[in-house]
T-cell receptor, first 116, second 116 residues
């Protein structure tokens, strides 16, 4: 069975601090996708990134970066120079199987609070 | 594109009443998913469709829940009779298999259901 663990329930940082959100996953599939979604206070789920299991290159998008390490089954997300607008719940998710169906298993989320 | 559209945004009902949640996926998408979000269980997949056909309903909690997709542009999730423990945010999401956007779920804004 697939499982995603986000051990950090809640993180509080002061604006401009860097923060890393951890994600550890379990799967027996050799091909899979990993995702991060953001859920701001307004409630919608916003797609941030998708990585496939064959691509372990780290990715950077502005202040966001992702570190995928297959050896430790981790897909961590770092926000550099955090801002108040980054306050949200962040979900890590794992797709099941090799089909293109986006049947995702979500972690329990990490609530990030960025204060001035 | 208008994105995934869900209605209503909020629904308050009394125990025992029938509740119908509606979803219009992104035009052209061939997968549709219903997720439920609660504090206790996080985001859970209830059911998903491919080309209007239900593929996996193993996440549907019990017979009180049913989902239909009569055509490619409309789906409903019905709860009859509703119970207070059904109170949650229900998300609809859609995706398109087989291209660059494959595996990427687009979520609606959710329906906040409160059963009194």
């Amino acid at each position: 069975a697939q499982k995603v663990t986000q051990a950090q329930t809640e993180i509080s940082v002061v604006e401009k601090e860097d923060v890393t959100l951890d994600c550890v996953y379990e799967t027996r599939d050799t091909t899979y996708y990993l995702f991060w979604y953001k859920q701001p206070p307004s409630g919608e789920l916003v797609f941030l990134i998708r990585r496939n299991s064959f691509d372990e290159q780290n990715e950077i998008s502005g202040r966001y970066s992702w570190n995928f390490q297959k050896s430790t089954s981790s897909f961590n997300f770092t926000i550099t120079a955090s801002q108040v607008v980054d306050s949200a719940v962040y979900f890590c998710a794992l797709s099941e199987g090799t089909s293109t169906a986006s049947k995702l298993t979500f972690g329990t989320g990490t609530r990030l609070q960025v204060t001035l | 594109d208008a994105g995934v559209i869900q209605s209503p945004r909020h629904e308050v009902t009394e125990m025992g009443q029938e509740v119908t949640l509606r979803c219009k996926p992104i035009s052209g998408h061939d997968y549709l998913f219903w997720y439920r979000q609660t504090m206790m269980r996080g985001l859970e997949l209830l059911i998903y469709f491919n080309n209007n056909v239900p593929i996996d309903d193993s996440g549907m909690p019990e017979d009180r829940f049913s989902a239909k997709m009569p055509n490619a542009s409309f789906s409903t999730l019905k709860i009859q009779p509703s119970e207070p423990r059904d109170s949650a945010v229900y998300f609809c999401a859609s995706s398109l298999a087989g291209d660059e956007e494959g595996e990427k779920l687009f979520f609606g804004s959710g329906t906040q259901l409160s059963v009194l």
